[in-house]
């Protein structure tokens, strides 16, 4: 597809109102374009038409999404054991059976960038360290949402605790199936935002990212990564798997 259809080419044929309205609904703060909006939508898009019904179609599904995002006090919404989804979906950009075998004898968690102790983690240190647990709401940019239960460290002490410049900008994950992707620095720092070793009580299961998953409880699905080998920190963008292919980046609060 080589015809690319900004907002802003949108906006001058007319459409204003509307897209600078579900344009801000779909936190899309950059461009967007027919790619990107393909990929989030999973439609062939051809036509002006398309586009503003996809829109529509996203948009009523982003008010709720905002709604559990965006909390006036900047905090992620968190909900009792009774509000949990079972079965908690399982979702990558392959099937559950290419879930990645991740052997806990050998698996080292490497550090890299700005950071001054780089030593590498071994499963028993990390889960060593304080743990706390959190039940919040998991957002797939893919149109699904569902309650789960995770326990780790906070992400901000650990990076503190390594020596990180908390002052760079961002935060980037490298993982064992090859995904990766980066957030921003406040919301590494985020109180909420944990580095996790078990899903409802139990060890994390490989579906779910063994031997870890970052929870970013106020960012979208694809900004939580699984199976972490590496962390690094950088002034240099970094992108992201989806991100590199039109996703926004931010995605979140
Ligand atoms: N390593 C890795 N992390 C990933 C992904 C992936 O494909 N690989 N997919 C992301 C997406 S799009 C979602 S919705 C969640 C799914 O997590 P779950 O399987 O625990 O539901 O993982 C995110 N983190
Ligand atoms: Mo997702």
Same mark, same amino acid.
């Given at each position: 597809?080589?015809?690319?259809?900004?907002?802003?080419?949108?906006?001058?044929?007319?459409?204003?109102?509307?897209?600078?309205?579900?344009?801000?609904?779909?936190?899309?703060?950059?461009?967007?374009?027919?790619?990107?909006?393909?990929?989030?939508?999973?439609?062939? +898009?051809?036509?002006?038409?398309?586009?503003?019904?996809?829109?529509?179609?996203?948009?009523?599904?982003?008010?709720?999404?905002?709604?559990?995002?965006?909390?006036?006090?900047?905090?992620?919404?968190? #909900?009792?054991?009774?509000?949990?989804?079972?079965?908690?979906?399982?979702?990558?950009? #392959?099937?559950?059976?290419?879930?990645?075998?991740?052997?806990?004898?050998? #698996?080292?968690?490497?550090?890299?960038?700005?950071?001054?102790?780089?030593?590498?983690?071994?499963?028993?240190?990390? !889960?060593?360290?304080?743990?706390?647990?959190?039940?919040?709401?998991?957002?797939?940019?893919?149109?699904?949402?569902? +309650?789960?239960?995770?326990?780790?460290?906070?992400?901000?002490?650990?990076?503190?605790?390594?020596?990180?410049?908390?002052?760079?900008?961002?935060?980037?994950?490298?993982?064992?199936?090859? #995904? !990766?992707?980066?957030?921003?620095?406040?919301?590494?720092?985020?109180?909420?935002?944990?580095?996790?070793?078990? !899903?409802?009580?139990?060890?994390?299961?490989?579906?779910?990212?063994?031997?870890?998953?970052?929870?970013?409880?106020?960012?979208?699905?694809?900004?939580?990564?699984?199976?972490?080998?590496?962390?690094?920190?950088?002034?240099?963008?970094?992108?992201?798997?989806?991100?590199?292919?039109? !996703?926004?980046?931010?995605?979140?609060?």
């Amino acid at each position: 597809m080589k015809k690319i259809i900004t907002v802003q080419n949108l906006l001058s044929k007319g459409e204003s109102s509307t897209l600078k309205h579900l344009q801000r609904r779909l936190f899309l703060r950059q461009s967007l374009t027919l790619g990107a909006l393909s990929l989030l939508s999973g439609c062939q +898009i051809t036509e002006q038409k398309d586009v503003d019904q996809i829109l529509h179609a996203m948009s009523a599904w982003n008010d709720r999404v905002q709604g559990w995002l965006f909390d006036p006090r900047k905090l992620a919404p968190e #909900y009792p054991e009774s509000a949990i989804t079972h079965p908690f979906p399982f979702n990558a950009f #392959y099937d559950e059976d290419e879930v990645p075998v991740i052997d806990e004898a050998d #698996y080292r968690l490497e550090l890299a960038g700005l950071i001054q102790d780089k030593k590498p983690w071994a499963l028993p240190e990390l !889960y060593a360290l304080p743990q706390v647990s959190q039940i919040t709401r998991h957002v797939c940019v893919e149109g699904w949402s569902a +309650i789960g239960k995770w326990s780790g460290t906070p992400f901000g002490a650990f990076l503190k605790r390594v020596g990180a410049d908390t002052s760079a900008k961002f935060v980037g994950f490298k993982c064992d199936d090859d #995904y !990766y992707t980066s957030i921003d620095m406040a919301t590494a720092l985020h109180p909420q935002t944990l580095l996790t070793f078990r !899903y409802a009580d139990q060890i994390l299961p490989a579906k779910y990212g063994f031997p870890m998953k970052l929870r970013v409880p106020t960012k979208l699905g694809f900004k939580n990564p699984k199976h972490i080998r590496a962390i690094f920190v950088t002034n240099e963008y970094p992108g992201g798997y989806w991100e590199d292919q039109g !996703y926004n980046w931010f995605s979140g609060s």
